[in-house]
């Protein structure tokens, strides 16, 4: 089977996650395909496969040299967002793409006016949605692309490595993935998550993370009758939006900069909630705009009366730089590999998240490599077969240049 056959059965898999849900993982259909995966690498002559009662899938290539050889992992996620659905995805291919409109369906149409990052793939062939869904490359390229480099060292066994471990694990999108992730079982000395965007992106820097969840009590009383009694939840919903700085939103920001970013409002006069999340690369500002939000609750409490505005601040994920710095040989084995598969790096921070920051907090240095695909999360995504053959080379030179050092 290859690269892009791999890819493409994945896909008819609806594995989104559900950011509401108390269940691990978070939706019972990703279960149904974490099946499917386990049973492919065990086809595949993978050995020590096993999936846990969660649906994490651990699984080993062999070393095939007498060498002592650290022990290196790739980890990519099943599950796709919430943002977008992920059920009967209509996958299909643009073979030598021209640089012109994609037509996606009738009325539904990618062009690079909208999305110029398509021109980087001119001559390419890509793999597109119909237009309704997204196509869920985010991570089902970093699967296919770990898989594939998996059997390819099987089959090339002149390409001497160590042991080389691999996982693949539910409910990344809603932050979850890495929580119930086992580091010991997993037992690796380093590993790499294959869940960066297009080609060449290697990234060691992320936002620091939290969510910030704003509850506002209101009092409902019939408007004829309201004078100095009704306490309108909507009204004071949006004072407290309107608190936040205006400029320092996603829309607003780049590189390096932190935001606010209201996710989601549920109101009415008598309760309103905000979800935000907040996001900086730089911790201090990351603290700094934590304490902000609670201060802002404080002030309309101040305003209202105390109970009348409750937020409720809790980290997600730190910055995974503190972890990588001290070890960086992991990051110069990424760029010798780039390099010597024709690969520019593109070293940047990562305006967002992956599991690998929450896993070198856990003790697994992680950083994250680019798995081709571009514009997640919606019904423009797409991704380049040619982009998936290079992270697939990446991670094969990456394991033989770890056995050479």
């Known amino acids: 089977m290859n690269i892009t056959e791999r890819f493409l059965n994945y896909t008819k898999f609806d594995t989104q996650s559900a950011e509401d849900s108390q269940s691990v993982p978070s939706t019972a259909k990703q279960l149904v395909f974490a099946e499917y995966l386990k049973k492919e690498l065990e086809d ?24 002592a050889v650290p022990t290196i992992g790739f980890i990519s996620h099943y599950d796709t967002s919430p943002d977008c659905s992920g059920a009967d995805i209509k996958a299909r291919i643009v073979k030598n793409y021209d640089g012109k409109e994609i ?23 890509l793999i597109v949605t119909d237009g309704h869904t997204l196509l869920g490359a985010d991570d089902k390229t970093g699967i296919a692309e770990i898989v594939q480099a998996m059997c390819y060292l099987r089959d090339h066994q ?46 060691y820097e992320n936002f620091n993370a939290a969510s910030a969840k704003i509850s506002i009590k209101g009092v409902s009383v019939h408007p004829g009758y309201a004078k100095d009694k009704m306490v309108n939840a909507n009204r004071l919903a949006v004072e407290f939006a309107s608190m936040l700085p205006a400029a320092e939103t996603p ?23 905000l979800s935000y999340i907040i996001r900086d690369h730089d911790r201090e500002k990351f603290e700094a705009r ?20 409750t937020a409720e601040v809790n980290d997600q994920y730190y910055n995974m730089k503190e972890k990588i710095d001290p070890q960086m040989h992991v990051i110069d084995l990424v760029l010798k590999a780039m390099q010597e598969v024709g690969v520019t790096a593109k070293v940047k921070p990562i305006r967002g998240g992956t599991d690998g920051a929450q896993l070198s907090f856990m003790g697994l240095p992680c950083p994250n490599i680019f798995a081709g695909g571009v514009n997640f999360h919606g019904p423009y995504e797409f991704v380049s077969i040619q982009s998936m053959e290079k992270a697939m080379n990446v991670v094969v030179k990456i394991c033989e240049l770890t056995a050479n050092r």
């Open 44 to 67: 595949e002559g993978l050995e020590d496969v096993e999936m846990d009662e969660k649906g994490y899938i651990y699984a080993t290539l062999p070393a095939n040299t007498d060498k």
């Open 103 to 125: 037509e996606l369906s009738e009325g539904i149409t990618s062009s690079p006016r909208k999305f110029p990052e398509l021109l980087a793939h001119v001559g390419e062939d």
């Open 158 to 203: 002149e390409v001497k490595h160590g042991k080389i471990r691999v996982a693949f694990n539910p409910d990344e999108e809603i932050g979850m993935g890495a929580h119930h992730f086992n580091v010991k079982k997993f037992g690796c000395d380093w590993a790499y998550t294959m869940d960066g965007g297009d080609v060449g992106e290697l990234e």
């Open 251 to 273: 829309e607003t920001t780049e590189g390096y900069q932190g935001f606010y970013h209201l996710i989601g409002m549920q109101t009415n006069t008598e309760l309103a909630k």
């Open 290 to 309: 934590k304490r902000f939000v609670k201060r802002c609750a404080s002030r309309m409490n101040e305003k209202y009366g105390d109970g009348t505005v």
